[in-house]
């Protein structure tokens, strides 16, 4: 822990440059850190979002193939029963 000369010295040191150097080398090295670190969470919530959208584009063509085979197979079964009932007609009329 500092003691209240080793927090004060920075702040009345005036003669030391190499004092001064090695403060301003850790702040941007903290600064730097902070921004990759900040930068890689950004990339990663991209990254998790373009994943989750890929997933909604697969799920909504899955949507669309699948109405779209009900709907031919809907389609085919009504042309099926049209014909069924014409031919009972036409049994039942003769």
Request: glycine letters at 2%; charged letters at 30%; aromatic letters at 4%.
């Amino acid at each position: 822990m500092a003691t209240l000369n080793e927090s004060n010295l920075c702040s009345i040191c005036s003669g030391s440059a190499e004092h001064k150097q090695q403060l301003s080398m850790k702040f941007d090295n903290d600064i730097v850190s902070s921004h990759n670190e900040l930068l890689d969470q950004i990339q990663k919530l991209d990254k998790s979002n373009s994943l989750s959208l890929d997933l909604f584009d697969q799920i909504e063509q899955w949507k669309i193939t699948t109405i779209k085979k009900v709907e031919k197979a809907a389609e085919r079964v009504h042309d099926e029963l049209i014909k069924l009932i014409d031919k009972q007609r036409t049994t039942i009329t003769k």
